[in-house]
C-alpha cells in the first residue's frame, strides 16, 4: 500500500516562499507520476501541478504558472513543490497524490490513486 505524507507547510506572508515535501512509502514510485492539487475553504480540490516518470514532463495549473515548480528525486521516493512569490490566493490545503498506476499522467484528480493527508499553507497580506 502507498503511503504519502506531506510537509513544509506553514505561514508565511505575501510575497514568501515555502517548500512542500512528499515522502513515498510502501511502494517505490519511479514509474508514476506525481502531483500537487490544493483546497481552499469553501473551493473543489485545484490541480496545482504535475510531473511524470520523465521529470522533463511537467504540467501546472495556470494561477500557479511562473511561480511554483515541481520536481522529484527518485532516489529518495520523494516529490516536492517549490512555492515561490506567495499570494493570499494560495492560501489552502495542499495534496501530494501519486497516479493511479504506471506511466500515466494528467490534471485531474480521477488520474490519481494515491493521496496524502494534506498541509495547510496560509498566506497573509
Known amino acids: 500500500q502507498v503511503r504519502l505524507v506531506e510537509s513544509g507547510g506553514g505561514s508565511v506572508q505575501a510575497g514568501g516562499s515555502l517548500r512542500l515535501s512528499c515522502a513515498a512509502s510502501g511502494r517505490t514510485l519511479t514509474s508514476y507520476a506525481m502531483g500537487w492539487f490544493r483546497q481552499a475553504p469553501g473551493k473543489e480540490r485545484e490541480f496545482v501541478a504535475a510531473?511524470?516518470?520523465?521529470?522533463?514532463?511537467?504540467y501546472y495549473g495556470d494561477s500557479v504558472k511562473g511561480r511554483f515548480t515541481i520536481s522529484r528525486d527518485n532516489a529518495k521516493n520523494t516529490a516536492y513543490l517549490q512555492m515561490n512569490n506567495l499570494e493570499p490566493e494560495d492560501t489552502a490545503v495542499y495534496y501530494c497524490a501519486a497516479a493511479r498506476r504506471p506511466y500515466i499522467i494528467g490534471q485531474d484528480s480521477s488520474d490519481f490513486g494515491f493521496w496524502g493527508q494534506g498541509t495547510q499553507v496560509t498566506v497573509s497580506s
Open positions: 510531473i511524470g516518470w520523465n521529470p522533463g514532463i511537467t
